[in-house]
């Protein structure tokens, strides 16, 4: 038994004393972290918080007369300003401000797209136009019952009278809360131009709005040579359509020839004339 627990020291002691091999995965001592203390005592560094653009324009502005009022409304207002004042950038985007909240009408053409010609004359295939009314009518119908069975209040088994409804608290709240604060910077921008202005105009005083105004300052500006004002005033024409070719068919289309007799539904009109629609196959992509 000596002899053998003799024969394994030796081999023991080689494996303790194995020379340490500086490597991969293998530092050197020395510069080893001891046991029970982190490598990253500070921890994962945080992710940087996100910007939130709404703050930024919900944050507080104070005016010269102690006034507060948010960002947003204050850089709308130094827009209408600038734009009022015949400044380019500012009146770019006014122009742009007032495409996106739709406050310019669509101008009516003066030569009609659509042309009607008389025509009281009989339908040329009466039975398939009489079983088209017949077939229409019946849909209708259908689609009538369909609508007040959907809108007949649910009851309860035993009850004459309907269920009461139950209003959302929730909802209510959050409609009585939304309204100037709830602004964004279109909203905003609405009702300001909305504002009413008096002028004097040809001897008479009228009232327009603020983007009135500010058109009618820069069109003035204009008449006066103001070189400014003539840009913006160019802008303004093109986006009312005033460099429209309106006698270039291939700019406005062509007018449409229609009957007198106003058709419900293109149904109607193909069944009343006998037409049909074909559809043609589509090319090849080749």
């Known amino acids: 038994m000596d002899d053998e627990s003799d024969s394994a020291k030796p081999h023991a002691l080689h494996e303790i004393q194995a020379p340490y091999e500086v490597g991969y995965k293998h530092p050197p001592r020395h510069t080893r972290f001891p046991k029970g203390r982190s490598g990253n005592p500070t921890g994962r560094p945080k992710r940087p918080e996100g910007i939130l653009i709404r703050d930024i324009f919900d944050s507080s502005q104070i005016l010269k007369d102690g006034r507060k009022i948010s960002t947003r409304e204050a850089y709308l207002r130094r827009i209408l300003k600038g734009a009022m004042e015949g400044n380019a950038t500012a009146f770019r985007i006014f122009l742009k401000l007032m495409r996106e909240a739709g406050l310019f009408r669509k101008e009516t053409s003066k030569h009609p797209h659509i042309i009607y010609y008389d025509d009281r004359t009989p339908s040329e295939f009466p039975e398939s136009y009489e079983a088209w009314k017949q077939k229409n009518a019946a849909e209708r119908a259908t689609q009538a019952g369909k609508t007040e069975a959907g809108h007949e209040p649910a009851r309860e088994p035993g009850s004459c009278s309907p269920k009461p409804k139950i209003r959302n608290s929730a909802s209510t709240a959050r409609r009585k809360t939304s309204g100037a604060e709830d602004e ?103």
């Open 184 to 286: 964004n910077m279109i909203a905003l921008f609405k009702r300001l131009v909305a504002e009413r202005k008096t002028i004097k105009q040809n001897g008479s005083s009228r009232s327009v709005t603020l983007a009135e105004l500010i058109l009618l300052k820069n069109c003035n500006a204009a008449l006066q040579n103001d070189a400014a004002a003539f840009g913006n005033i160019l802008r303004l024409a093109e986006q009312g359509g005033e460099f429209l070719d309106r006698d270039d068919p291939a700019k406005v289309g062509k007018p449409l020839l229609m009957p007198r007799k106003r058709f419900e539904t293109t149904e109607e009109l193909l069944a009343f004339y006998g037409a049909s629609i074909v559809e043609l196959p589509k090319k090849p992509a080749n």
